[in-house]
């Protein structure tokens, strides 16, 4: 036989619910949490500290990947092989009318050396203003289009303009930047100039060029408008050995928003030189005694 219960009354008798009885535990229980409410004034700092905590969390790590990245260059060959030259990103976009603040930049430097020796490639109207400030010093201005040189004259006993000619178009740019890196004719303090092997040097300006200790060289020529027209790549080279060869030289770049100009300019005048910038205008400073050997103490681009 099963064992005998005591007995007992029903459960609904045993719960009597007063004012002065104690509650069952389950109810207290349950009844406890259900007056857990929390204001959400008290939530909102916690809410805030979290949110704060992902921010910067965030932003450590769009830091690091950064400064990774910054310190490992895309290689030459990915902007000058795989961009058409028609994209937004092409090497030869077109050359920008150099703007006020980047021409106030310029026309400061050059005052503050004037009088001075001025070297310039590419005539444009603005840069006879640079021949009024340098007066008492020499302005010299080289121009390939000989459509600028018959509208503007500014020959005169301090001023000069010689038509010259380009045989580098832009399209060349990638190999001959792979030339230079192997050509050891190419490197500073190879020999003079006019007299170099290496195919980015220009051996036919005027013998007054090579002769003379520049103060400032301006680089806005030619126009390297389409990748068969002559690109930057022969002047900005040829600026950087001109400069080494004098005491301390400015180089002026403008129309850096280019490929060609951005990357040749890193190549041979170096981002350690560079010394101010407005807008698409770069101006390096380059000594000669200290930069005579060797272009960059490290290499800005990889080539592939």
């Known amino acids: 036989m099963p064992p005998e219960v005591p007995h ?30 929390i204001p959400i004034k008290k939530l909102l700092p916690a809410l805030v500290l979290i949110l704060s905590s992902f921010s910067i969390i965030r932003f450590l ?15 030459f060959s990915t902007f000058f092989q795989h961009t058409p030259s028609h994209e ?16 106030h930049l310029l026309s400061n430097l050059v005052a503050q050396k004037s009088p001075c020796n001025l070297l310039i490639f590419g005539l444009e109207p603005k840069y006879l203003y ?21 509208k503007i004259k500014a020959n005169s006993n301090s001023t000069k303009t010689y038509k010259v000619e380009y045989q580098t178009p832009a399209k060349e740019a990638y190999k001959l930047l792979k030339h230079a890196r192997q050509n050891p004719a190419c490197e500073p303090g190879s020999g003079p100039i006019q007299a170099s092997k ?3 040097a220009l051996r036919n300006l005027p013998q007054e060029v ?19 027209a002559p690109g930057r790549m022969a002047t900005i080279y040829s600026a950087s050995i001109i400069a080494r060869a004098g005491n301390t030289t400015d180089v002026a770049i403008h129309d850096v ?37 060797t272009f960059c103490s490290a290499r800005p681009v990889v080539i592939e």
């Not at 790590?61 to 290689?75: D, G, H």
């Not at 937004?88 to 021409?103: D, H, L, M, R, V």
């Not at 041979?268 to 000594?287: A, M, P």
Request: proline share 6%; with cysteine; aromatic share 10%.
């Open 130 to 150: 640079l021949s009024q400030i340098n007066a008492g010093g020499t302005t010299v201005f080289l121009e390939d289009d000989i459509g600028k040189l018959d």
């Open 8 to 37: 007992c009354r029903p459960l609904v008798t045993l719960v009597q619910f007063s004012p002065q009885q104690n509650l069952p535990i389950d109810y207290k229980y349950f009844k406890g949490r259900k007056k857990m409410n």
């Open 198 to 200: 290496c195919r980015l």
């Open 210 to 228: 090579y002769q003379q200790k520049w103060d400032v060289i301006v680089v806005d020529g030619p126009s390297g408008d389409t990748p068969e």
């Open 88 to 103: 937004p990103g092409s090497s030869t976009k077109q050359p920008k009318a150099i703007t006020e603040k980047e021409f």
């Open 257 to 293: 928003h280019r490929m060609i100009e951005k990357w040749f300019s890193w190549e041979f005048l170096c981002d350690e030189n560079l010394v101010s910038s407005k807008g698409n205008l770069w101006i390096f400073r380059i000594r000669g005694q200290l930069n005579s050997t």
């Open 61 to 75: 790590l769009i830091t690091i990947t950064t400064s990774s990245s910054s310190t490992r260059l895309p290689t």
